[in-house]
């Protein structure tokens, strides 16, 4: 996004010493990342994941301990510890990283640093989602007890870049979906028409990396260190005339700004770990973010919601219901006539059922007004204001709901406990854009942009010169 904030500060990215696992200290750096904290939602995963190394990074993100106040000084003495005994140790200057991130022919880069916090009427960064109070709460305690950030969030802005190294000639999304927002199709060449953000990262990938690995999941990782004056100026010139999109990271936001308002002197609080995504060049895919009614069966779920919606049961396994979801979706959204665009595919019982054809006066009485239509038609409004508050009565608690980015650990939870899964549609791009650009704040949980970095590759000590 390419609208400058007021007086043309934009986005203010900043160097900072980044501290990093020392490679001859762990079995190796795949072994000690870990996917963003709210990806992590099974208990297998998180034990998989501590077990693959003594030094992963969930220890921190996720400490694991009887109250939440012990698991936060469990995370800060464990963080204390490592740096004592030469596992993280801080780079010797302050730098800019560029993040490369490799899945076959899927190709994403960013910058990453310390991006000074701007509040939401200064128009710079833009969230496009609600956020749950007792989340940012416990981030917040973790943060305050680490004194680090200890993931990066991902945000979007787009560029000037003449071609998109991320995205094939065809203009569809390198990474798969076709809801993402692309530029021009055609190969860019770096130097010619396009930013100087994206010239420094185009010479700085031509030089050895300063770290490479490859994930357990096949995706290759690689980070450069910018170092040089010209370079870091060069960047800063061109990030001021932009804005950018919260695409992933929403609460972590949140709890940088509740962070900072805590504290009356300038330091390092007034900044926050960010990867920055030129998605001009590298497009982001946009997936959905399912829910899992953990006390909720089908059995119970379904005669609620007979009346309001036609509901149908549709075949297995799950790719195939997953793509009769996408039809319904797509032939509700492309329809002449008026009518709610809204679908879910509900699961748990061992079969799948469609959900679709809201009745439209039962969304007028249950879903608020004053919102712009686009924001009222939104599956997730439907899905808390009609569904889950008004026909099932599920309290949006931990107890009760979870969000799950993937459908099969949705589906195979839901039959373990009993509950329902409800399966999403994603949004498509230019929808998160277009409410962003108003103010107007999507249901948490809309959205999931990817890909997410991954964890423990770069932190950010607060304490660190």
Do not use: C
């Not at 921190?60 to 204390?80: K, M, S, W």
């Not at 000639?169 to 809801?179: E, R």
């Not at 390092?268 to 899992?292: C, E, K, M, N, S």
């Not at 979706?329 to 006539?337: G, I, L």
């Amino acid at each position: 996004m390419s609208i400058p904030g007021p007086g043309g500060q934009g986005l203010q990215l900043t160097p900072f010493r980044g501290l990093r696992y020392v490679a001859e200290r762990v079995g190796s750096l795949a072994a000690v990342t870990s996917p963003p904290y709210d990806v992590v939602v099974r208990p297998e995963g998180l034990r998989e994941l501590e077990t693959a190394d003594p030094y992963n990074i969930v220890r921190l993100i996720l400490p694991q301990a009887g109250t939440p106040e012990a698991r936060n000084r469990q995370a800060a003495e464990t963080l204390r510890r490592w740096q004592a005994d030469g596992v993280l140790a801080p780079d010797p200057e302050p730098a800019l990283y560029v993040y490369e991130q490799r899945d076959g022919p899927a190709l994403q880069r960013g910058l990453i640093g310390a991006l000074r916090l701007s509040p939401r009427e200064e128009g710079i960064v833009l969230p496009h989602e609600e956020v749950m109070p007792h989340v940012v709460e416990d981030r917040a305690d973790l943060m305050r007890a680490t004194a680090a950030h200890l993931e990066p969030l991902l945000l979007a802005y787009r560029g000037n870049g003449n071609g998109t190294p991320g995205a094939p000639a065809n203009g569809a999304s390198a990474n798969g979906s076709s809801g993402s927002a692309t530029a021009a199709a055609g190969q860019g060449i770096a130097g010619q028409d396009i930013g100087g953000a994206a010239q420094v990262i185009e010479r700085t990938i031509l030089q050895e990396p300063l770290l490479s690995t490859t994930t357990e999941d096949g995706v290759d990782h690689h980070l450069w260190r910018i170092t040089n004056p010209t370079d870091l100026v060069a960047i800063s010139t061109d990030l001021r005339h932009h804005q950018a999109l919260i695409a992933d990271g929403h609460h972590r936001w949140a709890t940088y700004l509740r962070l900072r308002e805590e504290r009356r002197e300038p330091g390092p609080w007034d900044f926050g770990l960010v990867l920055l995504v030129d998605t001009a060049r590298y497009p982001l895919r946009v997936r959905a973010i399912h829910r899992l009614l953990r006390r909720l069966p089908p059995d119970e779920a379904l005669p609620a919601v007979r009346r309001a919606f036609r509901v149908r049961t549709v075949d297995g396994p799950l790719p195939r219901a997953l793509e009769t979801l996408a039809e319904a979706a797509e032939t509700a959204r492309a329809k002449p006539e008026p009518g709610a665009p809204n679908a879910f595919l509900l699961a748990g019982d061992g079969h799948f059922h469609l959900l679709d054809r809201p009745d439209p006066e039962l969304l007028a009485r249950t879903v608020p007004d004053g919102r712009p239509e686009t924001w009222r038609t939104l599956d997730a409004t439907v899905l808390h204001h009609t569904l889950l508050n008004h026909l099932w009565n599920v309290p949006d608690t931990p107890e009760h709901i979870g969000y799950l980015h993937d459908p099969e650990a949705a589906v195979e939870q839901a039959e373990r406990l009993g509950g329902t899964a409800v399966l999403m549609h994603p949004v498509r791009e230019d929808v998160v854009h277009e409410l962003a650009r108003q103010g107007i704040a999507m249901p948490h949980k809309s959205t999931s942009f990817g890909p997410k970095p991954a964890t423990g590759l770069v932190l950010r000590s607060l304490t660190l010169g």
